[in-house]
């Protein structure tokens, strides 16, 4: 005899009495049910899988965002203990505004690189097109 322990429901379903969402299934738009306390150890296995499994990789942007929120912090703290902790909220002000301006200025030289290397394959295309006499 075989038990079923996991109950799939279509949306808009009512959930049955004593069963909690596990996790949603996206390919076949269901919820996947299991016993109350047992769907909570599953959806933690399951979000763990998925994390070791895929490794996610942060993006440029978010990287960048993430290095000019460290580095505002950092230098907000180090002005931090120059001024001494009254002054906290106006040195992270401060940091914050320069990781700010260093952010817009990397922003900056990747659009101006971006479109000098746009305006350069534009100019090669021109090059090599055959020009009417």
């Known amino acids: 005899m075989r038990v079923v322990m996991l109950k799939r429901i279509d949306e808009g379903a009512l959930l049955p009495r004593g069963y909690g969402l ?3 299934d996206m390919v076949t738009c269901r919820a996947v049910l299991a016993p109350l ?14 994390a070791i499994r895929v490794r996610y990789s942060p993006t440029w942007w978010e ?49 101006m690189a971006r479109r000098a290397e746009r305006e350069r394959k534009e100019d090669e295309e021109d090059a090599q097109r055959p020009t009417r006499d």
Do not use: C, P
Not at 65 to 88: C, F, K, P, S
């Open 37 to 50: 306390g047992l769907n909570l150890l599953i959806r933690w296995v399951r979000h763990a899988y998925i």
């Open 63 to 111: 990287r960048k965002l993430r290095e000019a929120w460290h580095e505002g912090r950092t230098h907000g703290m180090d002005i931090v203990e120059e001024r001494g902790r009254q002054n906290y909220n106006l040195g992270f002000s401060d940091g914050m505004q320069a990781a700010y301006r260093r952010l817009q200025d990397d922003l900056d030289r990747d659009i």
């Open 22 to 24: 596990a996790y949603f």
